[in-house]
């Protein structure tokens, strides 16, 4: 499956929305994982913009997000048939549309699912390789654990399966291995990397963080993300039992990821996983990189 990424490591670095710029790609590419470049928010020449910047930084492969319910998907997606990239990651949708004409031109799909249903319907369109990403993960979650799932996704598909979800070292790699996982995708180790462009405030956040730091909000607007509790989080769970409707619940979320990338840890939504609690420094990705995979 390493062969099939093209890295060193059967490594995935989980998109972060806003978060994973050419900066930290070039830099998961140069230690041997695959970064996964976030999409959210750019226009497609943006877009062009940050491929370039990733290929005059690298010759590493690496992959583009598509979170599939972004406005100008269709847009991307066109740029990208175009312009070939080595891998996508998808989610949040159905690539049905493309899947086939990126695989055509050399592009490995990679979708990521939270249910073994979503996993049966992404091999049925014939994707590359699966990513089974547990409810324990930071940012947009399923319902399912990561123990659980991955067990039961491999049995349910005949796919390259990455886990995802709670995985911060040697061991749990070893641990997604031995239930059958070729690899892994990590999202929340790689928040306090050195080349990671948030906030220091962020950072110290999720170094600071514990076991039960970490709140589901979203789920009144179906769409559970999992954060840092924090002001933001308390003022958004009193709205939503209180009764508040859509638009006053989207109006304490909307833009909040980038408030606290900017530095509002109390205000802003602070995107982390439970792992949180076993990430203790800011250091180089390579350190975080060789705690994965020492050999
Ligand atoms: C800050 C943050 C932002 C994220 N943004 C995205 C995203 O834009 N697209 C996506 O597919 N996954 C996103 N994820 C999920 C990660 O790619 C990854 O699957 C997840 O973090 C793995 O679990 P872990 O946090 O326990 O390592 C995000 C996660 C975090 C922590």
Aim: hydrophobic content about 45%; charged content about 15%; overall charge negative.
């Amino acid at each position: 499956m390493t062969n099939v990424l093209g890295t060193k490591y059967p490594l995935i670095q989980g998109a972060l929305a806003q978060i994973s710029t050419p900066q930290l790609v070039i830099a998961v590419a140069k230690a041997g994982g695959l970064g996964v470049l976030t999409t959210a928010g750019l226009t497609t020449e943006q877009l062009a913009e940050q491929i370039d910047e990733i290929r005059a930084g690298t010759d590493q492969p690496f992959a583009v997000n598509l979170m599939l319910q972004q406005p100008n998907i269709v847009d991307m997606v066109t740029y990208l048939l175009a312009h070939p990239v080595p891998a996508v990651t998808t989610s949040a949708g159905s690539p049905k549309r493309f899947a086939q004409q990126l695989q055509a031109i050399g592009t490995k799909v990679i979708a990521v699912i939270p249910n073994v249903k979503v996993a049966q319907k992404m091999a049925a369109l014939g994707v590359d390789a699966l990513v089974a990403e547990g409810m324990e993960s930071g940012g947009h979650i399923g319902t399912q654990t990561t123990l659980s799932l991955v067990q039961q996704v491999i049995n349910a598909v005949d796919l390259p399966v990455f886990a995802a979800g709670g995985i911060i070292d040697a061991k749990s790699v070893l641990a997604m291995q031995a239930l059958g996982a070729v690899g892994v995708q990590v999202g929340t180790a790689f928040l306090t990397a050195e080349e990671t462009p948030i906030s220091d405030a962020y950072k110290q956040a999720v170094i600071q963080a514990g076991d039960t730091s970490t709140v589901v909000t979203g789920h009144a607007l179906g769409d559970a993300v999992r954060c840092l509790q924090n002001s933001l989080t308390a003022k958004y769970f009193e709205a939503e039992a209180s009764g508040a409707d859509a638009k006053v619940l989207h109006g304490l979320l909307d833009g909040s990821l980038g408030r606290a990338i900017a530095g509002d840890v109390e205000h802003g939504t602070l995107m982390a996983g439970q792992i949180a609690g076993m990430v203790s420094r800011i250091e180089p990705v390579a350190s975080i990189v060789h705690r994965l995979f020492p050999n």
